[in-house]
């Protein structure tokens, strides 16, 4: 079966270089090529290609956006990106809006025709350094709330400071002095990195 290919990219020599690619290689076909997406967003449709390749930095609109509306209007199309970026947002931008696979332009022509194989068949490729990226983003540790660094009596005495209590109202409520109140916030403030009642306070709540 031959696999039909539409690509947009808007540098002419690398779009006529991945042309004549696909098209001396048994088994692959260029159907279509496309400077522009809003060009491929209307020819595409029409060409039925079983698996597009996408530039991201495009003339008007970029390849994100082209991706997001191709994968909308038609939920079955496959497309891999093919890019020279390679920073996280990218790629995860590129990903969450319907991608099925990531590529650095740098990738071998083998590598790429593979990739199209792979991608056509289920697959989700990406360039090996983008693939670490991918793992390490998720394995990257959780980040902390320091609220949970607070000991028990100290999120209670910010509770209920949160809560509009003065200091007697806090130690009463808790059996406790006024002055061991003030040293519980010193204790507070100093954890969450904050100088003052009300920044304490905001740190409390925005975490809600």
């Known amino acids: 079966m031959t696999l039909r290919i539409s690509i947009v990219e808007d540098d002419a020599e690398i779009r006529d270089g991945i042309v004549f690619l696909l098209n001396k290689t048994p088994g692959f076909a260029c159907v279509s090529n496309y400077a522009t997406a809003e060009a491929a967003l209307f020819g595409i449709p029409n060409d039925q290609p079983d698996v597009v390749l996408m530039d991201i930095n495009l003339p008007a609109m970029n390849g994100v956006e082209c991706v997001r509306q191709l994968t909308a209007a038609l ?31 740098r990738t071998s022509s083998a590598e790429l025709l593979e990739s199209i194989r792979q991608a056509r068949e289920g697959s989700s ?38 809560q509009g209590c003065l200091y007697k109202e806090i130690g009463d409520q808790l059996g406790i002095s006024i002055d061991t109140v003030r040293k519980h916030l010193g204790q507070v403030y100093k954890k969450l990195h904050v100088r003052s009642r009300t920044e304490a306070v905001v740190k409390y709540l925005n975490r809600k």
Do not use: N
């Not at 360039?127 to 959780?142: D, E, L, M, N, T």
């Open 75 to 105: 939920p079955d199309l496959i497309v891999l990106m093919l890019t020279v970026y390679e920073d996280t947002d990218a790629i995860f931008k590129s990903l969450t809006a319907g991608a099925s696979g990531y590529l650095l332009k």
């Open 125 to 162: 490729p990406m360039s090996g350094h983008i693939a670490r990226k991918v793992v390490q983003y998720f394995h990257r540790p959780p980040v902390s709330d320091p609220i949970e660094e607070l000991s028990p009596r100290e999120q209670a005495v910010l509770e209920r400071l949160a």
